[in-house]
């Protein structure tokens, strides 16, 4: 399966960039199909579907991963920088983890919209 969507990636990765299209992660690619599999379904209230609860549960499925990656980032930046986060609430800390998430994402896209102008120019 990991095979067959990383396939599928680049093909979608491929016809964004002949379009002109900045490249865009597998899982949000996956989400934007969750998404508009949901809202297509809620608008034909004749066409039997999964109830909207099973399209979030898939949703956090795939977000599961992202905020795990958080979570280990922030602690070993914790861990690296030998600081004593024991006295914060979980709150903040999850503030700190999204925050850390939202950063890698927007630093990942910077890097893969660089690559794929690289690409484009070879």
Known sequence: ?????????KKIQQKRAEKG???VSILDL????IEAAKQ??????NVPTAPSSVFDKIT????????????VGVRRIIEQYNLDASRLPKNIVAQIQQK????KK??????AVAIN?????S
């Open 1 to 9: 399966m990991k095979d067959k969507l990383g396939g599928l990636d």
């Open 21 to 23: 299209k900045p490249p």
């Open 30 to 33: 996956i989400k934007n199909h």
């Open 40 to 45: 297509h379904n809620s608008k034909d209230p």
């Open 60 to 71: 956090k499925r795939v977000d599961q991963n992202k905020r795990r990656q958080a979570s």
């Open 100 to 103: 850390y998430e939202a950063d």
């Open 106 to 111: 927007k630093l990942d896209h910077g890097y």
């Open 117 to 121: 102008d690289l690409i484009q120019k």
